[in-house]
């Protein structure tokens, strides 16, 4: 799985009809790639749209149609972008509520962008959504135990973000430790890889947390080891974990 970023934010636009207005969701939607999200669109006050044509649009696209709605389904048109074919519903059981929010399924890294939720006889407004890769958990590993100095070297890797994040690592008080540098891998699927390694000492509850994260949508992933004399003992040889 994948995940994706759309980068522009979203307009917050009020559109009247008559007593009804449009609205969509203040802030962009984070997305994984490979699962399914909504991209919020509704009228308010609340009004029956079971009847209403609604466009779904992604303007830096051609062609720009993700999805057409007339009189209760969904048409299959030759000028649909084909990179949505199969995958963009309308929530059906919500319509008579007013909700016209897109349904996309199976993101992809390329659904990342600003997309439009369009009503005739409405102006048009805009939906933002943010695509990021499917993340694994950060896993760490021991590379290495030095008796005389009583250290040990960890290393933490975490693969399929996106965009790039960074790795941190921290003590049981949550201060950033002195790591190695941190090493990124972009691979075909521009989803990216990350690791570092640290070296801590041997104390007393010395708990050590390796943490990746994306600061501009608040995602974290994290895994925490704590390294007691165990480590030391001629029977640990080998060590993974992950959260």
Known sequence: MKRLQFTKPCMNCIIHLLNSKQSVAANPVVAVVGEHI???CHLEPAVDARSMAVEW???DLKPRLVLVWRAGQKLNLDDENPSYRGRTSLLTDKLKNGDISLKLFKVKLSDGGKYKCYVPTLNRDSSSMTVKGAVSSPVISLVEIDKDSETVVLQCESKG?????ELLW????GKILSAGPTETVRGPDDLYTVSSRV?????HSNNITCRVQQRNINHIRETQIKVTGDFFSPLNHNLCLNS
Request: aromatic residues 10%.
């Open 170 to 173: 921290l003590d049981a008080e």
């Open 38 to 40: 909504i991209l919020p």
């Open 57 to 59: 649009t992604r303007p």
């Open 161 to 165: 973000w996106y965009p790039e994040p």
């Open 199 to 203: 070296t801590v000492e041997k104390r």
